[in-house]
């Protein structure tokens, strides 16, 4: 006689799905304030905002610089001048966009938040990326990626 093996258990659902949407939404909401307040208060005048320390000191741009204007740009809806103020940035900013959004939907659904970007060599390539773009930004062929 061969046995029949029993189904798996089914996953526990979150008993309460509004109380862990909590967490994103407290999220967003401190995102959507920071856009806005860089919305708001113009990167682009000087003296809003303090000047990047690294620029400050060496008089080389670190791979964020031009990052509040290019939020500042997007808010108004330039996009264009958002990929001037730093193209890796704006390329780069589908990623948190994309791991909100699938943190919030498994939240809601009461699943565990699961995905193959938490592994190192995902961030060891990113920050290999990031470096790279930092060191290329300042080199005299590259002027068009200057902010």
Not at 19 to 37: D, I, K, N
Not at 64 to 89: E, I, K, Q, T, Y
Request: glycine share 10%; charged share 10%; hydrophobic share 50%.
């Amino acid at each position: 006689m061969t046995r029949v093996p029993a189904p798996p258990a089914p996953r526990p659902r979150a008993a309460r799905p509004g109380r862990a949407l909590l967490a994103p939404a407290a999220v967003a909401a401190g995102l959507a304030a920071a856009t806005a307040v860089v919305g708001l208060v113009d990167p682009h005048e000087p003296g809003h905002y303090p000047t990047c320390p690294l620029l400050a000191l060496t008089g080389y741009y670190c791979p964020g610089c031009g990052g509040l204007r290019m939020v500042n740009s997007l808010v108004h809806g330039d996009v264009a001048a958002a990929f001037g103020s730093n193209p890796l940035l704006l390329v780069l900013l589908a990623l948190p966009v994309y791991l909100w959004g699938r943190w919030t939907w498994l939240a809601a659904h009461g699943e565990p938040m699961r995905t193959r970007l938490f592994r190192p060599a995902f961030w060891g390539v990113l920050l290999a990326v990031v470096i790279g773009y930092g060191v290329v930004r300042n080199l005299p062929f590259a002027h068009v990626l200057a902010p």
